[in-house]
């Protein structure tokens, strides 16, 4: 064929019969515009999926919709993991679709504009040229899909359901019930005043325990690396020691501490140097959030303290010689110079210790299970939400008003965090600051 | 951008589009299982079984020996696979439906409610005799009515419930009364050597129950195993006198509210302390410290009367999933008849619920639990037996520190309650 003939052939190529074609069955409109490898490819992918995967696909999404009929038979929480994996499933098949109508659809334009398809061998070149970084993140991408997505949208649609003992397979099926466990958190009276003082308590747990870590980590930090100190390493390594005990079994020994009766903070250091009878520690709701913050800060503080220490190290000495040449006191080359370089360096770990401390179930489960009891409330004096959510799904077995919570506040700590991340420096991208 | 949207919205088009026309799939028409429990003949004989056992070292060697027996006998292997008892339950729902699930599963009998409103247990028809054997406080325990059908749900294999441990050093006198308890306490608490006559743990429901129920107190309405979830009589006038009395125990010069396992077990490790309630596990922990100078006795009567103890049973249950039931039911038998059971005590040291093995006990610890066992009662078996523990523990820590009993129980009643409706039972 003469190129001119080609031209003219061209010229009558229709992009919509292509992306018709390739709605009817995917692959056609690829044949269609005579790509045939990739046209067989989408061919195979539709035939099996026809063939193997669809009577699958509408198992996982009946019982996605249902959560079963048949009490016994049908197992609810199978069938929803089912159904969200089948989703998974459809999402991307369906993408695979929706990629290959437009394709056929672009590649017609293509071909009725005269462009001239380049030889096999080329055609490889440039896909594996392009597609490369896409091939490389594939199986990391999987991996997520499935460790943290999967996860994530099996809990968000259990807060939807009704699922807690009563309704639990296989005797009974789990239905969807919409909001309703959304409005009771906010509308029945157990709920919502628990929930109000214990969110109340962990934003005042976190703010003020995350901030004394930084704020000890810090200070001490300036302090080592101050040039009249001597023994440095020696220092250093004893700061670091609270964060290689392992921290459950620094919090078991606090809490042994603590006591009111026996505990040695008691007996030891307040009866003697105070008098009196000692301060309740374990059964004054106050005393005990007083005495948690300090064990979290005692636990926290030598991560800060190793992170400041590094990043100290790193300023560079012209900028206090400069600020002694202009007269700056102490005060005003630490608010100047070393403040804004620390924090510059260090933000994002540093929100990321305010969102731990946020779920930091572990001090307060295993300081006094949330306790001291609070008359009148279902959670404990120093109960957070991610402990209390814990207590909900064992001891009560209310499985989806935990998923509510958990809803929320997952919801509060990404939004946080996303907030913060965009406002420091470290997480934009290049060119964007 | 745009073109990115459209890809999204299109995809989740034919998405959503899929989800709403997806249709009812073909599935067996019977639950599975059910089909074949009307015929008497016996199903037959399967090459193996397999039983989920506590992770517990001795009673894992009991349990395997039995086991043996078993495959002499019946010819029939059984794979003793060690699961947590704790964990059981969760495991079952998971590793069920797979296939993967045991035949029997062992559980204490307070979970029984749970399991059943899960619908993770079969019902048990004991053979004739098998009944007879048994301690009443056992069957009772096993026995449990869901949606207006009663029955038993387990074959009893362990027995147990709590006492008083004194170090004959301190209390030359086991204490008959809970007056003597008292007296004990007072005249041998000396704080500041760390001494007591006498140490609980305040917040402890399980321990200090048979104060109120000595007293008229009790925690459902109903009968065993039938309870009335709706009728909580733990602030009833009993209760309240109850709550006073168990009250007095608490303060200065007597047991410090601040009271917890460890400090007790420590202390009386040391042999600072006179008396103290615990159960059969923690004997060989004791018996290492004190020594000859550990004894043990019953409950202290309370008001007048025996003391109503706790209760505990454990007991191999059928799994719902179990494709084996009728041997799984023969094997359960054979591990709880009497010879079996007698093995078990002597080998992990828990306490049979068999009339006759309790009786043969020879050992002065473990007979004196026996005798205490005769007026156990069984803790409820209801799930909504879940909801009362941190409500009440918390109330009888207010108490121990001294508050107005009938508000402080009030308010725990009010609270299980509305724990009860959050948990969804209870109409």
């Given at each position: 064929m003469s190129s001119s003939v080609r031209t003219k052939l061209a010229g009558k190529h229709n992009p919509t019969l292509a992306m018709l074609l390739s709605i009817v069955f995917a692959g056609f409109g690829q044949l269609y515009n005579r790509r045939y490898l990739k046209g067989v490819i989408f061919i195979i992918i539709e035939t099996s999926f026809l063939i193997t995967v669809l009577p699958w696909l509408n198992y996982g999404l009946w019982g996605l919709r249902?959560?079963?009929?048949?009490p016994g038979t049908d197992h609810s929480i199978r069938l929803l993991v089912f159904g969200v994996l089948s989703l998974i499933a459809l999402i991307i098949l369906g993408t695979l679709y929706v990629f290959n109508v437009l394709d056929a659809r672009k590649q017609a334009m293509k071909i009725r504009d005269g462009w001239k398809p380049l030889p096999f061998k080329e055609t490889m070149r440039t896909v594996y040229d392009t597609a490369f970084p896409y091939l490389m993140t594939l199986p990391g991408l999987l991996l997520m899909v499935f460790v943290v997505i999967f996860p994530l949208i099996f809990s968000v649609l259990l807060a939807f359901t009704n699922y807690n003992l009563f309704n639990s397979p296989p005797r009974h099926l789990v239905d969807w019930v919409g909001f309703e466990n959304f409005k009771n958190l906010i509308s029945v009276d157990m709920w919502k005043d628990t929930f109000i003082s214990v969110f109340a308590w962990t934003i005042v747990w976190t703010v003020v325990a995350t901030t004394l870590q930084i704020g000890v980590g810090l200070f001490l930090a300036v302090m080592v690396n101050?040039?009249?100190?001597?023994f440095k390493k020696l220092i250093r390594t004893i700061l670091i020691l609270p964060w290689a005990v392992p921290a459950f079994v620094t919090i078991l020994i606090f809490a042994a501490m603590f006591n009111?009766?026996?505990?040695?903070?008691?007996?030891?250091i307040i009866i003697p140097l105070?008098?009196?009878?000692?301060?309740?520690w374990l059964s004054d709701p106050f005393y005990a959030r007083i005495a948690i913050i300090m064990i979290q800060t005692w636990l926290g503080f030598p991560f800060v303290f190793a992170l400041f220490t590094g990043v100290l190290q790193s300023i560079s000495k012209d900028w206090y010689e400069a600020a002694d040449v202009d007269g700056g006191s102490r005060l005003q080359k630490f608010r100047h110079i070393t403040f804004p370089h620390v924090m510059f360096a260090t933000a994002p770990l540093l929100i990321m210790q305010y969102a731990q401390n946020f779920n930091n179930f572990n001090i307060i489960y295993l300081f006094?299970?949330?306790?001291?009891p609070v008359r009148g409330?279902?959670?404990?004096?120093?109960?957070?939400l991610i402990s209390w959510v814990y207590k909900l799904t064992?001891?009560?077995?209310n499985y989806a008003m935990a998923a509510v919570i958990s809803i929320i506040m997952g919801l509060l700590i990404s939004g946080f965090a996303f907030y913060q991340f965009r406002q420091t420096r470290s997480f934009k991208e290049e060119g964007e600051i | 951008m745009n073109k990115k949207l459209s890809f999204l919205v299109l995809a989740g088009f034919i998405a959503v589009t899929l989800l709403l026309t997806a249709c009812t799939p073909d599935r067996p028409?019977?639950?599975?299982?059910?089909?074949?429990?009307?015929?008497?003949e016996k199903a037959e004989k399967p090459e193996s079984l397999t039983i989920w056992a506590n992770d517990e070292e001795k009673q894992l060697k009991a349990i395997e020996e039995i086991a043996a027996r078993y495959e002499e006998e019946k010819g029939i292997k059984v794979n003793v696979d060690t699961v947590s008892m704790l964990d059981q339950t969760q495991e079952l729902s998971l590793a069920g439906p797979e296939g993967n699930g045991p035949d029997l599963f062992f559980q204490p009998h307070d979970r029984i409610g749970n399991t059943v409103a899960q619908g993770l247990a079969e019902p048990v028809e004991f053979s004739d005799g098998a009944l007879e054997g048994y301690s009443d406080a056992a069957v009772d325990a096993v026995t449990y009515n869901y949606d207006g059908e009663t029955n038993y749900y387990g074959y009893p294999a362990v027995i147990e419930t709590y006492g008083i441990f004194y170090n004959t050093d301190i209390v030359e006198q086991a204490p008959e009364t809970a007056e003597d308890l008292k007296r004990i306490l007072e005249n041998n608490t000396n704080p500041d050597s760390d001494e007591y006559g006498f140490l609980m743990k305040p917040n402890d429901l399980y321990f200090s129950m048979p104060f109120f129920y000595n007293y008229?107190?009790?925690?459902?309405?109903?009968d065993t195993g039938d309870?009335?979830?709706?009728?909580?009589?733990?602030?009833n006038e009993g209760s309240v006198e109850a709550a006073e009395f168990y009250q007095s125990f608490f303060g200065s010069g007597k047991?410090?509210?601040?009271?917890?396992t460890d400090v007790i077990d420590g202390l009386f490790n040391e042999g600072k302390v006179g008396a103290v309630i615990n159960g059969p596990w923690s004997i060989v922990g004791y018996k290492d410290a004190l020594g000859d100078s550990l004894a043990f006795a019953p409950f202290p009567s309370i008001n007048g009367e025996p003391a109503q103890t706790f209760v505990g049973v454990k007991s191999w249950m059928v799994s719902y999933?179990?494709?084996k039931k009728d041997w799984a039911h023969d094997l359960a038998e054979f591990m709880t008849n009497k010879e079996n059971l007698q093995y078990y005590y002597e080998v992990a040291g828990e306490l049979p619920p068999n009339k006759e093995a309790l009786e043969s006990i020879e050992d002065p610890i473990y007979s004196a639990f026996a005798d205490q066992i005769e007026h156990g009662v069984p803790m409820?078996?209801?799930?909504?037996m879940q909801q009362v523990w941190e409500p009440f523990n918390n109330a009888l820590q207010f108490l121990a520190e001294g508050e107005d009993p009938k508000p402080v129980l009030d308010e725990a009643v009010k609270q299980i309650k509305t724990n009860i409706e959050a948990s969804g039972q209870g109409e």
């Open positions: 249902t959560l079963g009929t048949i101050d040039p009249r100190i001597k009111d009766e026996f505990g040695a903070i008691n007996r030891d105070i008098g009196g009878d000692g301060l309740p006094n299970e949330g306790g001291p409330q279902n959670a404990g004096g120093t109960d957070i064992f001891d009560t077995n | 028409d019977e639950a599975e299982g059910n089909g074949e429990e009307g015929s008497d008229g107190g009790y925690i459902f309405g109903g309870y009335d979830v709706n009728d909580i009589g733990l602030n047991i410090p509210p601040s009271t917890t999933y179990s494709e409820p078996s209801t799930p909504a």
